[in-house]
């Protein structure tokens, strides 16, 4: 297991992520670790959080974690305003997102898969994505 720390650092975490790769396979499964290690206060974890600049997410379904390699929303809907935190970030914040969402993306032996998600995990794809765009809360 190796789990890495979260950068703080927001001209960091403002840049824009680089397509994920099969070179990248090792900086996916420690972002894995590093959302299993911090399981008690994140639901989870872009690649830049642990200073990788890739478009990897993390994030529990249920007890178990899912990777998402180079990860795309490709339909939404249903805006509402939610209040988020963040790792890398301190207190709370408004931002605008959607109840449902259909992500197309690869998984750990790149292939592609659509799949559709709604209520808290679309709220957390949605903020991991946002990472993965430079965006912050």
Do not use: W
């Not at 190796?2 to 403002?14: E, G, R």
């Not at 397509?19 to 959302?35: C, V």
């Not at 305003?81 to 109840?99: I, P, V």
Request: charged fraction near 20%; glycine fraction near 6%.
């Amino acid at each position: 297991m190796t789990q890495q720390n979260i950068t703080h650092n927001q001209l960091t975490l403002s840049l824009k992520s680089a397509p994920a790769t099969q070179d990248d396979l090792n900086i996916a499964q420690n972002l894995k670790d590093t959302l299993m290690a911090n399981k008690d206060k994140a639901a989870g974890l872009a690649a830049n959080m642990i200073g990788q600049n890739k478009r990897i997410i993390a994030l529990f379904i249920g007890p178990l974690p899912l990777v998402m390699l180079n990860p795309i929303i490709t339909n939404s809907s249903g805006e509402y305003l939610a209040q988020e935190g963040c790792l890398s970030l301190t207190g709370q914040r408004s931002t605008k997102r959607f109840k449902n969402i259909t992500v197309q993306y690869q998984n750990e032996n790149f292939k592609t898969h659509e799949q559709k998600f709604s209520d808290f995990i679309a709220e957390v794809i949605q903020h991991e994505i946002d990472h993965c765009n430079g965006i912050l809360i």
